[in-house]
């Protein structure tokens, strides 16, 4: 699973079209045309054999929505990474609200992978035993629903480019952002630019004091506070349990 900061993501959808703008601009896009990302997507539907390109059937024991059929999926999967076992090189996730919940430490860990197989799940669900036979890792991007995996997998993708060595124009801005060890596991305090004063309202003075010590103990300070305001779970205190 460990690459040397280029890696090979392939996904698999019934909407590929989707991917198409977000591939070709901003940070992914720079990733990939410095050849540090390759970025592969790939219609579930070319491994249909029927007339109607069928990925979905009734669920069994009945309810509502449809399941995706195993049999393109696992085709699909095993085309592009290989078959399941320890002989894979590819890292196969299923983006789906079952998962492990994605965080900026698992971030980390899948940039640094050499083969990502990223399959978008859709409908009520995937069929368990397409799940068993082709999938590594099943991970969310957060509690709540979506209707596929196709913009969790962006989620994922555009977590990824930004780390990967030599895309960041300025390799020091990743290390400040928040979430990441720099900046101790809190949140970024407020941000500014010119002009020095705007609609009345100013800059902090100690912003534009020139002094450095004074300006890097005013960011931890209003980063300590919006964390404990905004986000107790990530001080380590425990948040107020009736909200
Ligand atoms: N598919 C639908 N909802 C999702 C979520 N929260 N995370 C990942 N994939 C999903």
């Not at 079209?17 to 896009?29: C, H, I, N, W």
């Not at 397409?130 to 196709?150: F, K, N, P, Q, R």
């Not at 534009?208 to 103990?217: I, L, N, P």
């Amino acid at each position: 699973m460990p690459g040397q900061g280029r890696i090979r993501v392939d996904v698999l959808t019934i909407f590929p079209s989707l991917f198409a703008p977000f591939l070709d601009e901003a940070m992914v896009g720079i990733a990939r045309r410095k050849g540090a990302a390759e970025i592969a997507v790939h219609d579930l539907r070319e491994w249909t054999r029927d007339r109607h390109r069928t990925v979905d059937d009734a669920p069994y024991g009945g309810g509502p929505g449809m399941v995706m059929k195993p049999e393109p999926l696992v085709d699909a999967i095993e085309a592009i990474a290989g078959a399941k076992g320890p002989e894979r090189k590819a890292h196969v996730v299923l983006l789906s609200p079952q998962g492990r919940r994605l965080d900026q430490a698992g971030m980390e860990t899948f940039s640094q992978c050499e083969h990502l197989v990223l399959v978008c799940g859709r409908y009520e669900g995937v069929d368990q035993r397409a799940i068993d036979l082709g999938v590594d890792e099943e991970v969310s991007i957060g509690d709540y629903v979506l209707s596929g995996g196709e913009v969790p997998a962006m989620v994922l993708i555009e977590g990824i480019a930004r780390l990967l060595p030599g895309v960041l124009g300025n390799p020091e801005s990743a290390e400040t952002d928040s979430f990441q060890a720099r900046n101790q596991g809190l949140l970024e305090g407020p941000h500014y630019t010119r002009p020095a004063v705007y609609r009345d309202r100013a800059v902090p003075e100690v912003l534009r004091s020139g002094d450095h010590g004074a300006v890097a103990r005013w960011r931890a300070e209003r980063a300590q506070e919006r964390t404990q305001e905004r986000r107790p779970d990530l001080t380590g205190a425990r948040g107020d349990p009736k909200r």
